[in-house]
């Protein structure tokens, strides 16, 4: 073109510019599409890699938190859930899978948002909503995953110029970002279902065994009946009664070799976990952490630090033993 200028030096000139101007912003435009291409996939490989930690911890949770399998089955299915979709998302980020960018980034605001909502699940424990903030935040697993699914979805955020630069060209890999709000919460409402569906399968309740053992020193009876849980005259000497009170409320009932009553809540006060007792060592554990009480209740190894609340009595003219009240409630009561 320069050299068929047939026009005025000025002419020339002006076309000379022009032309040198289009390919100053040709190559700008190829060094900010490769630059972002270059900054995605370092984004990615960083994605990957917090997701593999997220996955870790989730795994390690699991495999350390007792309270999980036994207190909340249903968090458990969930974890596991989550774990499994960190492991497929972070290798595909991993390897600069541009459609997994999008998912990875819901996949990690649906995790803080299970872990939050994990403390107003509270009440169904047995427990007090801020008791129950305080346990979780306490344990360093807990809040390192929480970190960093929150890493995660704060590199999104901050990448998202990159992203917006791909994503508008008009190409297969800019489409496969599909960085758009629908596709966002399409991923999101697709992850959320893949844990639903583990969650709802934990819940499903298998029938009990038809052969059932049972105890000759052991009674498990329900509170509320006309004549008690107990009668005093047919209570033998450190053979538990096991009853409820109040309806939900694991409790149980121990004479003692003096005659006098023990009745106590069997929640744990770490976590409220059900406690068992344990006749022939005279001690109520817990399954869950480990935690130890003696037969009146108070802590012989933690990680609890309260004792068990014991459970009030009234004794009527014919010994029957009824429960009216929960004294030292704890969190389990409250």
Not at 47 to 53: A, P, Q, R, S, V
Not at 137 to 146: E, R
Not at 218 to 227: F, I, M, N, R
Request: glycine letters at 10%; charged letters at 10%.
């Amino acid at each position: 073109m320069v050299g068929k200028c047939q026009g005025t030096c000025a002419d020339c000139s002006g076309l000379r510019a022009t032309e040198s101007g289009a390919a100053q912003i040709g190559r700008q435009e190829r060094t900010s599409v490769g630059g972002a291409r270059t900054a995605l996939r370092r984004i990615q490989a960083a994605i990957g890699i917090l997701l593999f930690l997220s996955a870790s911890v989730g795994i390690f949770l699991l495999a350390t938190d007792r309270s999980l399998w036994l207190l909340a089955v249903s968090h458990a299915a969930g974890l596991i859930m989550i774990v499994g979709i960190d492991f497929v998302l972070g290798a595909f980020s991993i390897f600069s899978r541009r459609n997994a960018y999008l998912p990875s980034i819901a996949a990690a605001l649906l995790g803080v948002i299970l872990q939050l909502g994990d403390v107003f699940t509270a009440p169904q424990y047995n427990m007090t909503i801020p008791y129950f903030a305080s346990y979780l935040f306490g344990i360093w697993a807990f809040d390192f995953l929480l970190a960093l699914q929150l890493a995660v979805v704060v590199i999104g955020v901050f990448a998202r110029p990159y992203v917006l630069s791909l994503a508008r060209r008009k190409t297969r890999r800019g489409r496969e970002l599909n960085y758009t709000r629908r596709g966002f919460l399409t991923a999101l409402a697709g992850l959320a279902g893949v844990v639903g569906i583990g969650v709802l399968l934990s819940s499903i309740k298998l029938p009990p065994p038809t052969s059932q053992s049972t105890s000759a020193t052991t009674t498990t009876q329900t509170s509320g009946g006309a004549k008690g849980i107990a009668n005093t005259n047919t209570l033998k000497v450190g053979a538990p009664v096991y009853f409820e009170y109040p309806s939900g409320y694991p409790n149980m009932l121990l004479k003692n070799s003096d005659g006098s009553l023990t009745a106590l809540s069997l929640l744990c006060t770490h976590v409220c976990c059900q406690c068992s007792y344990d006749s022939a060592a005279k001690i109520i554990y817990c399954p869950c952490h480990g935690s130890e009480f003696d037969i009146s209740g108070q802590v012989l190894r933690g990680p609890a630090n309260a004792p068990l609340p014991s459970i009030e009595l009234s004794v009527d003219g014919q010994g029957n033993v009824t429960p009216t009240g929960v004294k030292n409630p704890g969190p389990c009561h409250a």
